[in-house]
Nanobody, 123 residues
Framework: QVQLTESGGGLVQPGGSLRLSCEAS????????MYWYRQAPEKQRELVATITNIGTSTYTDSVKERFAISRDNAKKMVYLQMNSLKPEDTAVYYC?????????????????WGQGTQVTVSS
C-alpha cells in the first residue's frame, strides 16, 4: 500500500523558517509530480508548490521568493523549505504525489495525499 507521511510542522514566529518533509512508501516504481497544498481554517485547500520528476518547480504567487520545493528521488521524498513565514501561512500542509506502483505483475497509478502537518505562524 502506498502512503505519504509528512513531518516538520510546528509553531514559528513571523519571519521564521520551517522545513517540511514528505516520504512516500510502498511498492513504488516511479513518482511523477509531487505537490504541497495547504488548507487554512474555513478556506479551500490551495496548491502551494509543484515539482516534476526532473525537478522543474512552480509556486503560487503568495509564496514565491519565500518557499522552495525540492525532492530526493532516491529517498522518495519531497521537501518544502519555508522562509520569511507570515501569519497568513498558517495552515495544515499536505503533500500529494502521482505514484506508479507495483500491482501484481503490472502497475497502477495512485494519486494520494498525506495526513497533513500543522504550521502555525504566530508571535
Amino acid at each position: 500500500q502506498v502512503q505519504l507521511t509528512e513531518s516538520g510542522g510546528g509553531l514559528v514566529q513571523p519571519g521564521g523558517s520551517l522545513r517540511l518533509s514528505c516520504e512516500a512508501s510502498g511498492p513504488i516504481r516511479k513518482i511523477n509530480n509531487m505537490y504541497w497544498y495547504r488548507q487554512a481554517p474555513e478556506k479551500q485547500r490551495e496548491l502551494v508548490a509543484t515539482i516534476t520528476n526532473i525537478g522543474t518547480s512552480t509556486y503560487t504567487d503568495s509564496v514565491k521568493e519565500r518557499f522552495a520545493i525540492s525532492r530526493d528521488n532516491a529517498k522518495k521524498m519531497v521537501y518544502l523549505q519555508m522562509n520569511s513565514l507570515k501569519p497568513e501561512d498558517t495552515a495544515v500542509y499536505y503533500c500529494k504525489a502521482e505514484v506508479i506502483y507495483q500491482y501484481g505483475f503490472g502497475s497502477r497509478v495512485w494519486n494520494g495525499w498525506g495526513q497533513g502537518t500543522q504550521v502555525t505562524v504566530s508571535s
